[in-house]
């Protein structure tokens, strides 16, 4: 695509996007007097004094006390004076925000996407500091050493794409055995007051440091990659006042649980859950990672915590103090990292620590919440499993060094005892340095002699990556994990399999027990020498007492990694994983011709239009996996799933006439009705109909991100003005834009005019509407969101060589 210098300028400051020759955070002139950080510690210290630049300008629009994700939040929006001017305070739940992130995670899977589509930008390196992450596609089986050698054997295509991009983009790449991305980001990225995109869904574990950190599709990991702003709505905010301070058996873990079940699994949907109040000073770092890293099983967009002592003990031990210093100092002097005294909640939520008990949340959801006082019952009256098959402990949500400690004290009390697991007991280090530490301060042979078996530093059980052999599939069983989600067939494949989710304390002691009724709080256990005894309460440090540990440190990236500009990226031509994207044709400036090649009917979510399962090993290659496209979708007219029908009546998979008509030449367009798009935010349910010759969807309403994704990708979408309307457009029908050019040329009014004609040549004019805002004007134009902005970069580029 050509777009004019003139053109260019426009656009430019139209997107305002971050100038090339600023990788890192921006700076201020006075961050090197107040919040100075050695040049080691640059990339990883948000730009306190610019931030709060940019904060005073939000006040003076709002004129209001702000609570502590809105402060972190506005002040990394573009501009703020376009973004809060006339707008009656009328912000959360209904402004727009372009907000500039300062940096990106990204975890083996989502990463090779999300990369594949940044190459297409021509770009020399990522515009903010970049992490990759190796840890998803680690199978747990038979101990570390074995699976992490055999996973590497399987997946070595995926993970020497990803080093060579992380080597020609100055990314920091994360081998496979280093970690999960949570944690290494909790140990080395996440500071007070930083804001970050991540490619996965537990990106706001981050928030225990006082981050907002948001997990997304890799389109927009993209735009933070690029320097391109990244749009949202501007949450709502949902204040939990913690009072009080856990005891006994509970842990961090039981806020989350408790909570899910209050609001759902849809209870923090659109909003950011913000805690406050005294008892989140009596609360561990990791333990705050672990509430904020769950408030994705609830919906929420991120959660955040206020900065306290024990964020500042956690940046000191994990080798960070010049951040630590300069977090306080902007909290001491600004009072940055906590809410204004009068800050308003959207909803106010509160939780005494003191009498919260310990929780147990499943089977198959997160937010079927049960207090440990009542789960014997409820086991029996659901007729749950009466015996626990396997406890597994770890992953990203609960491998601190703390729950390393406690679960340590448990098991060392059993073994005084003479009393050994009756189950399988798993554990997953989160990290490399965890899992250096648990080995250095005797845990690791702790656990080993209770017959543990350690996994690999990375997600296996936990993702589904869990080779089990003790049990069949369709084989009815519960299992205990400290993980995060419980979906049916989640951990080991085995949709009968019942997931229920605890702290990692509760999942040891019941598998001394072995009985799903077991309450630790008031049951006894039989000793070795056929004596009765209770478990105390466990014990551990919030921290090592010697330090942690590093560990191999050939996982450590260097710090700052540099671009290398003559660095190949490694992409197999003959592998069916991976494949280079080629950039979407520009829009050919002519009104749109097009047939209809499905009306879909009821519900259509990502899941229906790009199939996960099997699928997920063809992330990293468009065309492949683009052989599920809408495979789950119902057809209107005859009921079936994964059917279409061509104009001569021969019928095929959906995805096989998208690929005919797409050969032929014929572009086509989808019909459906309400929310289309809903669930997971999975871009390759707007990429793959973009590359099967998709041009336009036609629905009676849209899942707001799925839009987003499908404008991103140069896909127009439409709603019925007269959701009747969707009735009078028959399979095949030919449609024409009537006045397309006029919205893309002239003014993006929202009405677009379609003419149908059916195939026994009845003739209608239907209204309908579009919601692309300027930018998306131009990403439909040349082609997709990814073509722009390496339009943009390419002209700035050119012009920076030229000065
Ligand atoms: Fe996701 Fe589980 Fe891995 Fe955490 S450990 S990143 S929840 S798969």
Same mark, same amino acid.
């Given at each position: 695509?050509?777009?004019?210098?003139?053109?260019?300028?426009?656009?430019?400051?139209?997107?305002?996007?971050?100038?090339?020759?600023?990788?890192?955070?921006?700076?201020?002139?006075?961050?090197?007097?107040?919040?100075?950080?050695?040049?080691?510690?640059?990339?990883?210290?948000?730009?306190?004094?610019?931030?709060?630049?940019?904060?005073?300008?939000?006040?003076?629009? $709002?004129?209001?006390?702000?609570?502590? #994700? &809105? *402060?972190? @939040?506005?002040?990394?929006?573009?501009?703020?004076? =376009?973004? !809060?001017?006339?707008?009656?305070?009328?912000?959360?739940?209904?402004?727009?925000?372009?907000?500039?992130?300062?940096?990106?995670?990204?975890?083996?899977?989502?990463?090779?996407?999300?990369?594949?589509?940044?190459?297409?930008?021509?770009?020399?390196?990522?515009?903010?500091?970049?992490?990759?992450?190796?840890?998803? $596609?680690?199978?747990?089986?038979?101990? #570390? &050493? *074995?699976? @992490?050698?055999?996973?590497?054997?399987?997946?070595? =295509?995926? !993970?020497?794409?990803?080093?060579?991009?992380?080597?020609?983009?100055?990314?920091?790449?994360?081998?496979?055995?280093?970690?999960?991305?949570?944690?290494?980001?909790?140990?080395?990225?996440?500071?007070?007051?930083?804001?970050?995109?991540?490619?996965?869904?537990?990106?706001?574990?981050?928030?225990?440091?006082?981050?907002?950190?948001?997990?997304?599709?890799? #389109?927009?990991?993209?735009?933070?990659?690029?320097?391109?702003?990244?749009?949202?709505?501007?949450?709502?905010?949902?204040?939990?006042?913690?009072?009080?301070?856990?005891?006994?058996?509970?842990?961090?873990?039981?806020?989350?649980?408790?909570?899910?079940?209050?609001?759902?699994?849809?209870?923090?949907?659109?909003?950011?859950?913000?805690?406050?109040?005294?008892?989140?000073?009596?609360?561990?770092?990791?333990?705050?990672?672990?509430?904020?890293?769950?408030?994705?099983?609830?919906?929420?967009?991120?959660?955040?915590?206020?900065?306290?002592?024990?964020?500042?003990?956690?940046?000191?031990?994990?080798?960070?103090?010049?951040?630590?210093?300069?977090?306080?100092?902007?909290?001491?002097?600004?009072?940055?990292?906590?809410?204004?005294?009068?800050?308003?909640?959207?909803?106010?939520?509160?939780?005494?620590?003191?009498?919260?008990?310990?929780?147990?949340?499943?089977?198959?959801?997160?937010?079927?919440?049960?207090?440990?006082?009542?789960?014997?019952?409820?086991?029996?009256?659901?007729?749950?499993?009466?015996?626990?098959?396997?406890?597994?402990?770890?992953?990203?949500?609960?491998?601190?060094?703390?729950?390393?400690?406690?679960?340590?004290?448990?098991?060392?009390?059993?073994?005084?005892?003479?009393?050994?697991?009756?189950?399988?007991?798993?554990?997953?280090?989160?990290?490399?340095?965890?899992?250096?530490?648990?080995?250095?301060?005797?845990?690791?042979?702790?656990?080993?002699?209770?017959?543990?078996?350690?996994?690999?530093?990375?997600?296996?059980?936990?993702?589904?990556?869990?080779?089990?052999?003790?049990?069949?599939?369709?084989?009815?069983?519960?299992?205990?994990?400290?993980?995060?989600?419980?979906?049916?067939?989640?951990?080991?494949?085995?949709?009968?399999?019942?997931?229920?989710?605890?702290?990692?304390?509760?999942?040891?002691?019941?598998?001394?027990?072995?009985?799903?009724?077991?309450?630790?709080?008031?049951?006894?256990?039989?000793?070795?020498?056929?004596?009765?005894?209770?478990?105390?309460?466990?014990?551990?440090?919030?921290?090592?007492?010697?330090?942690?540990?590093?560990?191999?440190?050939?996982?450590?990236?260097?710090?700052?990694?540099?671009?290398?500009?003559?660095?190949?990226?490694?992409?197999?031509?003959?592998?069916?994983?991976?494949?280079?994207?080629?950039?979407?044709?520009?829009?050919?400036?002519?009104?749109?011709?097009?047939?209809?090649?499905?009306?879909?009917?009821?519900?259509?979510?990502?899941?229906?239009?790009?199939?996960?399962?099997?699928?997920?090993?063809?992330?990293?290659?468009?065309?492949?996996?683009?052989?599920?496209?809408?495979?789950?979708?119902?057809?209107?007219?005859?009921?079936?799933?994964?059917?279409?029908?061509?104009?001569?009546?021969?019928?095929?998979?959906?995805?096989?006439?998208?690929?005919?008509?797409?050969?032929?030449?014929?572009?086509?367009?989808?019909?459906?009705?309400?929310?289309?798009?809903?669930?997971?935010?999975?871009?390759?349910?707007?990429?793959?109909?973009?590359?099967?010759?998709?041009?336009?969807?036609?629905?009676?309403?849209?899942?707001?991100?799925?839009?987003?994704?499908?404008?991103?990708?140069?896909?127009?979408?439409?709603?019925?003005?007269?959701?009747?309307?969707?009735?009078?457009?028959?399979?095949?029908?030919?449609?024409?834009?009537?006045?397309?050019?006029?919205?893309?040329?002239?003014?993006?009014?929202?009405?677009?005019?379609?003419?149908?004609?059916?195939?026994?040549?009845?003739?209608?004019?239907?209204?309908?509407?579009?919601?692309?805002?300027?930018?998306?004007?131009?990403?439909?134009?040349?082609?997709?969101?990814?073509?722009?902005?390496?339009?943009?970069?390419?002209?700035?580029?050119?012009?920076?060589?030229?000065?």
């Amino acid at each position: 695509m050509t777009v004019s210098s003139r053109n260019l300028h426009l656009l430019r400051l139209s997107l305002r996007v971050r100038p090339i020759g600023t990788r890192g955070f921006a700076s201020h002139s006075s961050e090197s007097i107040s919040f100075s950080v050695p040049p080691e510690f640059k990339t990883r210290t948000p730009p306190y004094a610019a931030l709060l630049t940019r904060l005073d300008k939000v006040r003076e629009i $709002l004129n209001r006390p702000l609570t502590l #994700a &809105e *402060k972190i @939040l506005y002040s990394h929006v573009v501009d703020p004076e =376009e973004a !809060f001017a006339g707008k009656n305070g009328q912000i959360r739940g209904e402004t727009y925000l372009k907000l500039n992130p300062d940096r990106v995670a990204m975890q083996d899977a989502s990463a090779q996407m999300a990369l594949l589509q940044f190459m297409t930008c021509g770009m020399d390196s990522t515009a903010v500091p970049a992490s990759i992450h190796c840890d998803h $596609l680690i199978v747990g089986h038979d101990g #570390a &050493e *074995k699976d @992490l050698k055999a996973s590497i054997e399987v997946n070595s =295509e995926v !993970f020497d794409f990803l080093r060579s991009c992380g080597r020609k983009y100055g990314i920091q790449f994360w081998g496979p055995g280093s970690g999960i991305i949570h944690q290494i980001v909790l140990e080395n990225f996440s500071v007070p007051g930083l804001m970050m995109l991540g490619t996965d869904s537990h990106t706001p574990n981050a928030g225990g440091l006082g981050a907002i950190a948001i997990g997304v599709g890799g #389109a927009d990991a993209v735009d933070a990659l690029t320097g391109t702003p990244w749009e949202l709505k501007a949450p709502r905010i949902l204040g939990v006042k913690l009072t009080g301070q856990l005891n006994g058996w509970s842990a961090p873990k039981d806020v989350i649980t408790h909570l899910a079940g209050v609001l759902t699994v849809r209870g923090g949907t659109g909003y950011i859950i913000e805690y406050f109040g005294e008892g989140v000073q009596t609360l561990s770092c990791t333990g705050m990672a672990t509430i904020c890293n769950m408030g994705a099983e609830v919906g929420a967009t991120t959660s955040t915590f206020p900065y306290t002592d024990s964020m500042k003990r956690y940046l000191m031990a994990t080798r960070r103090e010049p951040i630590a210093n300069a977090a306080s100092a902007v909290n001491n002097l600004h009072g940055y990292l906590r809410a204004d005294a009068g800050a308003e909640y959207d909803q106010v939520i509160e939780i005494n620590l003191s009498s919260l008990e310990p929780h147990i949340n499943g089977p198959f959801t997160p937010d079927l919440s049960t207090p440990l006082s009542q789960f014997g019952e409820a086991v029996q009256k659901n007729s749950w499993p009466s015996k626990l098959s396997a406890g597994l402990i770890g992953s990203c949500t609960n491998s601190s060094y703390q729950d390393m400690s406690r679960v340590a004290s448990i098991v060392r009390q059993a073994k005084e005892r003479g009393v050994k697991p009756k189950v399988p007991f798993f554990i997953t280090p989160g990290s490399e340095q965890i899992r250096a530490t648990i080995e250095n301060d005797g845990f690791t042979d702790v656990f080993l002699g209770a017959g543990a078996k350690v996994l690999a530093n990375a997600c296996g059980p936990c993702i589904g990556q869990w080779a089990r052999d003790d049990t069949t599939k369709g084989e009815v069983n519960a299992i205990l994990t400290s993980f995060n989600r419980n979906f049916r067939a989640r951990n080991d494949g085995n949709p009968a399999t019942m997931n229920f989710l605890t702290s990692p304390e509760i999942v040891t002691a019941m598998i001394y027990s072995g009985d799903m009724a077991f309450n630790p709080l008031k049951d006894k256990l039989i000793d070795a020498n056929g004596n009765e005894f209770m478990l105390e309460p466990p014990q551990g440090d919030e921290l090592p007492p010697s330090g942690f540990q590093q560990g191999d440190l050939e996982y450590l990236p260097p710090i700052d990694p540099k671009p290398i500009q003559s660095a190949e990226v490694v992409v197999s031509s003959t592998s069916d994983r991976l494949a280079l994207l080629e950039p979407f044709e520009p829009f050919e400036g002519r009104e749109l011709k097009m047939n209809v090649l499905l009306k879909v009917k009821g519900k259509c979510t990502t899941d229906h239009i790009s199939a996960a399962g099997a699928w997920l090993k063809y992330k990293g290659h468009l065309e492949n996996i683009s052989n599920n496209t809408l495979i789950g979708a119902v057809n209107e007219e005859t009921g079936e799933v994964n059917k279409a029908y061509d104009f001569d009546g021969a019928g095929y998979g959906i995805p096989e006439l998208m690929i005919k008509w797409k050969s032929e030449g014929r572009p086509w367009a989808v019909l459906a009705e309400h929310n289309y798009g809903e669930g997971s935010a999975r871009e390759h349910a707007a990429l793959s109909p973009r590359f099967l010759g998709g041009r336009m969807i036609l629905c009676k309403s849209f899942a707001r991100i799925h839009e987003t994704n499908l404008k991103k990708q140069g896909v127009l979408p439409l709603t019925f003005v007269d959701e009747a309307d969707y009735d009078l457009v028959n399979g095949c029908a030919n449609i024409e834009t009537l006045d397309l050019l006029q919205m893309l040329n002239n003014s993006v009014s929202g009405v677009i005019t379609l003419k149908v004609t059916n195939q026994d040549g009845s003739e209608h004019i239907i209204k309908t509407k579009h919601t692309m805002s300027k930018d998306q004007v131009e990403f439909f134009k040349a082609g997709s969101a990814i073509n722009y902005i390496g339009s943009l970069r390419r002209h700035q580029h050119a012009q920076e060589q030229q000065i």
